[in-house]
């Protein structure tokens, strides 16, 4: 069964800071690992990562896979309260393009 | 349409009864999917429909959960007998297509789903 575990659970911190959300998983037939951002309902795609070494990165966020030691991380720099939401990560493995997701990591960020 | 629309957004349900929530997916969108959220837990996979294959049912939790997409676009998902422990907020995904997944899925904004 394929595994997704995220850490912490929860954060919280100072507008500017740096924060560093891990993810590590165990799956059959690894294919992609996915982060989304979850303000109320709606997960918000942010990354799709398939190699490792690679850096994603968009404005103030960043991701990288790591294939042998099986995670992720996702950099958030200089915080706002804006970045304040769950953030999800989550696996495709087996066929079927269904999704393994972690339990999430719930950041707050204080002005 | 725009995005992936869910109705109703919010449900309030007494035990016993059946309650059907709808899921319209992108225009396009060949593969849809449905999952739950339990309060303060990450997505949990129900069900996953691609074009005309059978359906991905291996996340159901129990035979009173079923679900179906008519004409290859608006799914239901339908709960019989409900339970309490079948709150959670039920959220659908649509994407174009099993290869192209550059951009992950497109999420609905969801149906919370409260039994009491």
């Known amino acids: 069964e394929d595994k997704v575990v995220q850490s912490p659970l929860s954060l919280v911190v100072h507008e500017g800071d740096t924060v560093t959300l891990n993810c590590s998983y165990e799956v059959t037939n690894f294919r992609s690992l996915l982060w989304y951002k979850q303000e109320k309902k709606a997960p918000t795609f942010l990354f799709m990562l398939?190699?490792?070494?690679i850096e994603k990165k968009s404005g103030r966020l960043s991701s990288i896979l790591d294939k042998k030691e099986l995670f992720s991380i996702l950099n958030i720099t200089a915080t706002q309260t804006g970045d304040s939401a769950v953030y999800l990560c989550a696996v495709k493995g087996r066929a079927g393009n269904m999704l393994t997701f972690g339990g999430g990591t719930r950041l707050m960020v204080k002005p | 349409g725009a995005g992936v629309s869910q109705s109703p957004s919010n449900k309030v349900t007494e035990k016993g009864k059946d309650v059907e929530l709808r899921c319209d997916p992108i225009s396009g969108h060949t593969a849809l999917y449905w999952y739950r959220q339990s309060l303060g837990q990450g997505l949990e996979f129900l069900i996953y429909?691609?074009?005309?294959?059978?359906?991905?049912k291996s996340g159901l939790p129990s035979d009173r959960f079923s679900a179906e997409r008519t004409g290859g676009s608006v799914s239901t998902l339908t709960i019989q007998r409900t339970q309490q422990e079948d709150s959670a907020v039920y959220l659908c995904a649509s994407s174009l297509s099993e290869q192209t997944t550059n951009y992950g899925y497109t999420f609905g904004s969801g149906t919370r789903l409260t039994v009491v």
């Open positions: 429909f691609q074009g005309n294959s059978a359906p991905d």
């Open positions: 398939t190699s490792s070494g």
